[in-house]
């Protein structure tokens, strides 16, 4: 029997909000919702999950999130009593690091909040060819993509992106990483040529971090997903 | 002769920056550079700007910032001595928000903050029609671009997005609205229906706005350079 949960779907009904419990709208698999989870388990937050069919989206969820993507978040407010939602990766993550001020993972200092956040937002020069590369453009993904990492074995002077220790920044850039074992296929190989030593350095350090450990998906189930996902018939209810 | 400032372009040489002055790279005609702009005077910030020619990107300024886009901002810091430049609209104004903090124009409020930073986000809603209308494909854009509105007319709670008075989102949205007009020729009219009653008081309200009226560009001059760039010729230095 599976121990994973159900992706909800279209004719389902939204389950009640607990009052007091964080709700994670999120899909198994999906790197977006990954960031949101790295950034729940660094700070120690508890949650409930419910998982999203992106195929066949809920009508209710729709509803609470036109665009209909994952992550967002929902609860309970008590001042005034009303439901609070926020969707969006990074707007979800950076409301977490400021409404739960416990570890914080941005810099307080605006001049280095600036600085990690372009590196999240160029981030696309890495995430744009990554799903070229998936799709089965490899040709033109993966000089893309190596111009890409380039730039941050550049911007990598510390151990981490965030300095001494894993901070927003990391855990933003962290879920393509993680992923980049699903492009062997397509002939993509991380640091094939052995010019991103600083990089490799901090992939290794993040495979060894407790949260990224702890939300880590099995890559064999990760790749299942995948290959159903470049055939047009995700499944997202696998084990 | 004119006091209009020359764009600077390929073969110029980056003028010397001053200490103790904040300087904005920007582009006289460009909305992401208005937001900054209009950011720098709702808070009373000192600052010289530069102007970039887009067509013809001086070397020194892609070397500073290879993706060549405006604005961004550069200063010598004092602690340690050394150049420190940001680029991207949204990251330069929330730096200038949270570095100069008088009248601050976001929210402490980690929710109202995320609100409106959904606002901002989303706006590409609006902000991708208006370029196809504007490109000369008006009919799937004026579709769009209503459809686009209406979700922030049901946004629009209070007299301003930020509450009671102009706030951040306010600030970032503003620029498209001021070059609506930019759109009469293709069949655009804002709030041609009457669909949008609170809007339109919104924008009645910003257009009376100090900021807003301390850097608005001349609507005459504004679409003389939008009808050039139209047609892939634009006029950078104009009266």
Redesign the interface.
Known sequence: MSNAPKHLKSGSECPPLKEGQLRLYGMRFCPYVHRAKLVLAAKNIPYEEIHINLTEKPEWYLKKN??GQVPSLEWI?NQPKET?F???SL??S??LD??YPQTRLQPTD??L???Q??LI??FSSVVGPFYKILRGDPKEGIESINKGLA?YEEALQNTYFGGSKPAMVDYMLWPWFERFPLLKDAGFQFNADGNLPKLAEWVQNMENNESVQKVKVPFDILKKFIDGYIQGKPEYDIE
Do not use: G, K, L, N
Request: glycine share 0%.
């Open positions: 036109p665009p407010d609070r926020i969707p969006e707007i979800v950076d409301y400021e409404a605006p001049y909040r600036a600085q956040r372009v937002e160029r730039t």
